[in-house]
């Protein structure tokens, strides 16, 4: 099994910078993926940004030069720095571990909030 404990949310002022962070652990794969997913009141889960194990990263459109997606594979951690940020960055951020093996696997974090306000 994988747990996944993000940390890092919080209040922030538009403008403002935030930065999450998401540890895994239990049977982690050497190669897989990780990344950050949110979901804002009313709406679809949506994809942030991921980045897999040799480092190669993809960042949703909305959020491209703004935020920055990074991993520590010795400590199987992956970061969200968040700049820039705007009101509709609010949402509920969700770590996401994906595995491959006999079948493919997704875990998921708790989730951690992140509110911007104007």
């Known amino acids: 099994q994988v747990q996944l404990v993000e940390s890092g949310g919080g209040l922030v002022q538009a403008g403002g910078s935030l930065r999450l962070s998401c540890a895994a652990s239990?049977?982690?794969?050497?190669?897989?993926?990780m990344g950050w997913y949110r979901q804002a009141p009313g709406k679809q889960r949506e994809l942030v940004a991921t980045?897999?194990?040799?480092?190669?990263?993809n960042y949703a459109d909305s959020v491209k030069g703004r935020f920055t997606i990074s991993r520590d594979n010795a400590k199987n951690t992956v970061y969200l720095q968040m700049n820039s940020l705007k009101p509709e960055d609010t949402a509920v951020y969700y770590c996401n571990l994906r595995q491959w093996g006999a079948t493919t696997r997704d875990y998921w974090g708790q989730g951690t909030q992140v509110t911007v306000s104007s």
């Open positions: 239990g049977s982690i794969f050497s190669f897989n993926a």
């Open positions: 980045i897999i194990s040799s480092g190669i990263a």
